[in-house]
């Protein structure tokens, strides 16, 4: 088996700044995702990575960057950190998009902004 | 976006007793629909799927069904324990510019009382 891991598990950041989160996967995995959850909005995608160096916007990519710097690694930037913003933000990964669909997720970055 | 709209946001049962969830979507494009299980801490894991040659899937106390026509499928658990307590999120697959995004609905927080 493999393992997703994020990086921090806990971020408090400031207004306007810029964050960043990291993931890493060891299943050699082709797609990799990232996800926000809210409370009562589920899992949304912000941008997702077919393969290595590739990126493709999801439906709230406004306000992040992405970058999938080698196949086991995709990071996510918050251009500017919104003042009392919280949520968690999941990486996930999948063996490829055309057939597997299973998502394997990562325990989550939780971020606060002061 | 896309949405997938998941019902009840809260869903509280008696052990023993069954549990439903049901979603809708909207693209008829969309061939396949996995179900996560989120328990308190930990990360979403896809714990029963179907697809769009489907309408009927079971496994281990999980049943799902999926209506194609009217765009809606449910998750049922029968007989429910204590460790079925979780968040729990429907999803479907649609297509996205010659690739492939999973969209999440909004989560039902099942609690199941003893």
């Known amino acids: 088996g493999g393992i997703i891991t994020q990086t921090p598990k806990f971020l408090i950041g400031q207004e306007g700044q810029k964050l960043t989160l990291k993931c890493q996967q060891n299943f050699n995995h082709d797609t990799m995702y990232w996800y926000r959850q809210d409370s009562g909005k589920g899992l949304r995608l912000i941008y997702y990575?077919?393969?290595?160096?590739?990126?493709q916007k999801g439906d709230l990519s406004e306000g992040y960057d992405a970058s999938r710097e080698k196949k086991s690694s995709f990071s996510l930037t918050v251009t500017s950190a919104q003042k009392n913003e919280m949520a968690v933000f999941l990486c996930?990964?999948?063996?490829?998009?055309?057939?597997?669909?299973?998502?394997?997720f990562g325990s989550g970055t939780r971020l606060t902004v002061l | 976006g896309e949405q997938v709209e998941q019902l009840p946001s809260i869903l509280r049962v008696q052990e023993g007793s069954s549990a439903s969830i049901n979603c809708t979507y909207e693209?008829?494009?969309?061939?396949?629909f996995p179900w996560y299980k989120q328990e308190p801490g930990e990360n979403p894991k896809l714990i029963i799927d179907i697809r769009s040659n489907m309408e009927r899937k079971q496994t281990q106390g999980l049943i799902v069904l999926l209506d194609k026509k009217a765009k809606r499928f449910s998750l049922h658990i029968t007989d429910t324990q204590p460790g079925d307590s979780a968040m729990y999120f429907c999803a479907a697959r649609k297509a996205s510019s010659g690739s492939w995004q999973l969209i999440f609905g909004s989560g039902t927080q099942l609690t199941v009382m003893p």
């Open positions: 693209n008829s494009a969309s061939n396949y």
């Open positions: 996930a990964s999948s063996i490829q998009q055309a057939s597997a669909e299973t998502l394997y």
């Open positions: 990575s077919i393969t290595e160096n590739d990126l």
